[in-house]
């Protein structure tokens, strides 16, 4: 064993090499015969490879895409050999060549190797065909010569090892001739030799081998059976000429009546009988019955009914297969036997459908009658509704019935009722059959149109574009067609002094609200009117809806300065000592905006020339003061240009030009406002308690302010759905935002002087669910205006 594993050794490492030389795919290749035993060196890649012995011990492994691990590697020695079973057939089915591709793996170099085994063949499997016996039929009035194909044998071997030749037992009639058929595989067809005589010997056995082209040999066999055919000499005959049988009407299908039998002195085809129905005439046999065309026997195809035919007389025929075929003729009388097979039969007439939902009870719907086509007792019948529902049946007169209203309709809650019936007769079994009838509800103007909310609020900017669509009504009617057709109108009226008609129209087909005219929120923040949907019933139903109309305010005036200074390139002058002091109070710009919320927020800014520094303002409190002493170098009339902006998207803004004039003294100092005092030089002890008084005042005021709104805010809390809450809101600049559903104050504190200044702007609101909503950085209204960040600088 051991010198056959070193000369199997050998011999794959000589073909590897040829594979090799040849420019195989794989990095090394190797063959193997089939079958070999558990353990058969395949060959040795450490040596093939030349794998240094570093490689050897580091992770060499092997892998394969195959289900089971046919091969294996020692892992120190390098050597692969066979693990499992390999069989060649099973691996690669009809292949010429078999190979079964691993690869090798070492981790440490990393390296990848192919591996090409080729699996080869050896004769392992005989030549087998797919029949033990086969039968050949030939007629004893086959020519010589005459040529017919016999089976070929398969073997699962290749090469050399697949069938290469046929041979037939010796015999004195057939002889065989053997074909390359060009897919390396041969055929072989028997040939008539000697003409055949059926009295003399009607069947001939042979053996047919199939050798295949190894050495030794495999041989496989089938024995052929060639049936020699008689002629056919002999008419077929009924054994009699009439047949008769009883069958009960609705007989099941496929109940047996009878069975033909007839004989033929022929063998073979020509003794081979069919049966078959012969005429096809008045009556149509197939549609009733059918005939087993090898056992002759008759069976229910249809129907059967006695009230159709009581009889039915079927002519049949029996013919052999021989050619030309021979026949014969005969007669079958079937007789029907009468039963109560007959259900009653439910017909509606004068049906009413669509019926009104506000039909009255005991309405007729329906005409219904019975009929039965059998008579006496079985002809006798009963109706009846099935289940529970809003109809009766009313018997008229025998089997004639009404079908009746018994209960109010709703369209609404069932619009179709599928009304099941039934009846049956008095016979033994009973018979019985259903039928349903399908009732229409139609409908009336019973329901109006129904509106979601009986209020609606709607948010509209001031100075929206005429014609634009500020809302759509949506309403619905649980009634149909018609009565569901819904069109808007608009009720006259007029709230606020506002004629409906003329701010805003209603599409009455779509219920699209479109303004008529722009809406001014300091003219007018909200307008109420009411909306009425109708249906097209008759007659018309409607309901109506309150809508509130909320205007939002938009920046749309500019801000106004108040007396004594004006605005529009006017100059105003004011005066100030040579030698006043850092933070000299020099003059006070006052104004108002008419807009509301942030866009009346005003912040004030000087644009002064460039290089300028010698005064400031105060951004909230308009208030101008110096930022420095004056010196020698400084002009002695400074023109300033103040800018009044607002908080509005985008930003307006008014300009004022006050003429700061420098002067030697006090006493030559004018002012339109208010004699400024005189500084001191010493901070006395009265002073000092003045402060004191001043800030503990304005604490209380604070605190006191805070408590009241407070207070305010807890007071109307359950009067929350029909008014917004009170707000107070702190912007970054120090001052404060008090809000209520009907008012708006704003309080302005100023840290830049020892005075305080309280500006209060009082404005309407509206009487809905408008909110002032504070959020960091930006104050927005809820749902419609988004009011700019309250650290933005004005667009001057």
């Excluded at 420019?23 to 040596?47: C, D, M, P, R, W």
């Excluded at 005589?197 to 190894?214: F, P, Y």
């Excluded at 369209?411 to 019936?421: A, D, F, K, L, Q």
């Excluded at 149909?480 to 209603?506: D, G």
């Amino acid at each position: 064993m051991r010198d056959l594993q070193q000369w199997m050794y050998l011999w794959t490492l000589c073909f590897t090499l040829l594979c090799l030389w040849k420019g195989s795919s794989a990095q090394i290749s190797y063959s193997i015969l089939e079958e070999s035993e558990k353990g058969t060196v395949v060959g040795n890649i450490t040596k093939d490879l030349k794998l240094n012995l570093q490689q050897k011990t580091r992770g060499l492994r092997i892998t394969s895409a195959q289900d089971k691990q046919y091969l294996d590697i020692n892992r120190k020695s390098g050597i692969i050999f066979v693990n499992e079973r390999i069989d060649r057939e099973e691996l690669c089915l009809d292949a010429v060549k078999c190979v079964l591709n691993i690869e090798a793996i070492v981790d440490d170099p990393h390296g990848l190797y192919r591996i090409e085994v080729v699996i080869n063949d050896i004769n392992d499997n005989v030549p087998k065909f797919e029949q033990e016996i086969y039968t050949i039929n030939m007629p004893e009035s086959s020519y010589v010569g005459e040529k017919h194909p016999l089976p070929t044998a398969d073997d699962a071997d290749e090469g050399n090892n697949s069938v290469k030749t046929y041979k037939l037992s010796p015999n004195e009639y057939f002889s065989l001739d053997v074909q390359d058929a060009g897919d390396h595989s041969v055929t072989a067809e028997l040939v008539l030799q000697k003409t055949l005589d059926r009295e003399k010997q009607s069947v001939i056995d042979l053996t047919l081998s199939a050798i295949d082209g190894a050495k030794p040999a495999k041989t496989g066999t089938v024995q052929l059976k060639v049936n020699v055919l008689d002629v056919n000499d002999n008419s077929p005959l009924f054994s009699k000429s009439l047949y008769k049988a009883q069958v009960v009407e609705n007989a099941v299908m496929g109940t047996a009546l009878l069975t033909l039998t007839a004989t033929d002195l022929d063998e073979g085809v020509n003794g081979q009988l069919v049966y078959s129905f012969a005429e096809r005439g008045r009556l149509n046999p197939d549609e009733k019955f059918i005939i087993n065309s090898i056992t002759g026997e008759i069976t229910v195809k249809g129907n059967i009914d006695y009230e159709e035919k009581q009889a039915y007389e079927i002519r049949v025929q029996v013919q052999d297969k021989g050619v030309p075929p021979r026949l014969a003729h005969g007669k079958v009388l079937v007789e029907v036997i009468n039963l109560n097979d007959n259900a009653p039969y439910i017909s509606v007439t004068s049906i009413m459908s669509p019926v009104k939902e506000d039909a009255a009870i005991g309405t007729a719907v329906a005409m219904i009658t019975i009929t039965d086509r059998d008579g006496g007792k079985n002809g006798l019948t009963n109706c009846k509704i099935v289940g529970s529902a809003l109809f009766k049946l009313n018997r008229n007169y025998k089997n004639y019935y009404s079908l009746l209203v018994d209960g109010p309709l709703d369209r609404e809650t069932v619009s179709e009722y599928n009304i099941s019936i039934t009846a049956a007769d008095e016979g033994t079994p009973s018979l019985s059959s259903a039928s349903v009838i399908h009732v229409k509800v139609a409908d009336v103007n019973d329901n109006a149109p129904h509106f979601q909310e009986p209020v609606i609020n709607i948010y509209v900017k001031e100075n929206s574009q005429i014609g634009s669509i500020i809302y759509t009504l949506t309403s619905s009617d649980l009634d149909s067609t018609e009565n569901a057709r819904i069109s808007y109108s608009l009720l006259n009226s007029e709230k606020n002094n506002v004629p409906m008609a003329s701010a805003v129209n209603v599409n009455s087909d779509t219920g699209e609200i479109v303004t008529l005219q722009t809406f001014n929120f300091e003219e007018l923040k909200t307008f109420q009117f009411k909306v009425q949907a109708t249906d097209s019933g008759v007659p018309p139903l409607s309901s109506n809806v309150t809508v509130n109309v909320i205007i939002l305010d938009e920046n749309d005036n500019s801000p106004t300065i108040l007396a004594p200074y004006s605005e529009h390139g006017s100059v105003n002058s004011e005066s100030i000592p040579y030698s006043a002091e850092a933070g000299y109070f020099v003059a006070k710009i006052r104004a108002v905006d008419a807009d509301s919320g942030y866009n009346a927020l005003l912040s004030y800014h000087l644009s002064e020339p460039k290089g300028n520094n010698l005064f400031r303002i105060g951004t909230n409190t308009g208030e101008i003061r110096t930022k420095r002493r004056m010196s020698d170098n400084d002009l002695k009339t400074h023109p300033l240009v103040v800018l009044v902006c607002d908080n509005g998207e985008p930003s307006l803004s008014a300009s004022v030009t006050i003429d700061v004039v420098v002067v030697e003294s006090t006493a030559d100092i004018q002012t339109q406002f208010r004699h400024v005092p005189i500084k001191e030089d010493s901070f006395s002890d009265l002073n000092l308690y003045l402060l004191i008084a001043i800030v503990a005042v304005s604490v209380i005021f604070l605190l006191s302010l805070i408590t009241l709104i407070a207070v305010r805010c807890h007071r109307t809390e359950s009067s929350l759905s029909r008014y917004s809450a009170p707000m107070i809101t702190t912007h970054p600049d120090g001052s404060w935002s008090y809000s209520k559903s009907t008012q708006q104050y704003d309080v302005c504190f100023s840290s830049d002087t020892l005075k305080s200044d309280v500006v209060v702007f009082p404005a309407p609101f509206p009487p809905v669910d408008a909110e002032l909503i504070s959020i960091n950085g930006g104050d927005t209204f809820s749902r419609t205006q988004t009011l700019p960040s309250t650290e933005k600088l004005c667009k001057c």
